[in-house]
């Protein structure tokens, strides 16, 4: 697909970025662990990473081969995709490591260091003080919130964009 659009519209090869909500936001860790070599960043929604044979409940199958900012936006009160983490009601026999295990997860795959720390000027949003090739590895959290509500309280376009905009391709 980005292909056919590099084929017939003018995009920048070091800009192409992956978000999505709920699976969408799975298709974009998928996108990371799996062509970090095209896309530059990623900026999922209310899922967590769990690729390759070791996903119950990690990301135990992602190598994207260079750190790769990830800004994660989760709710507390999500009834599909825990917080906390655990079995999904749907599909079943799914588990998802949870919001704080996941920042984790992605804190090791892009090399950071030190404990996450809150954002200057979002509250809602911690990240890594220093990860690998100086990636941002950061986990927002609506307080409360639902599954894919959250656009607005979160402020997830603006937040990912910014993030975006300070990550292109090596």
Known sequence: MIGALQAETCVDPRRIFASGCSNGGGMSYKLACEAADVIAAIAPVDFDCVVGENNVPSCGGCDPGRPITEVQFRATNDALVAYEGGPAPIPQGMDFPGAEANLADWGQINQCTG??????????????????????????????GSHCGNYQSL???????????????P
């Open 155 to 169: 402020d997830i376009v603006n937040v990912a964009w910014q993030a975006f905009l300070r990550s292109p391709l």
């Open 115 to 144: 404990a996450p720390q809150p954002v200057a000027d979002n509250t809602s949003c911690r990240t890594f003080p220093s990860c690998g090739a100086g990636v941002e590895t950061t986990l927002c959290t609506q307080q409360g």
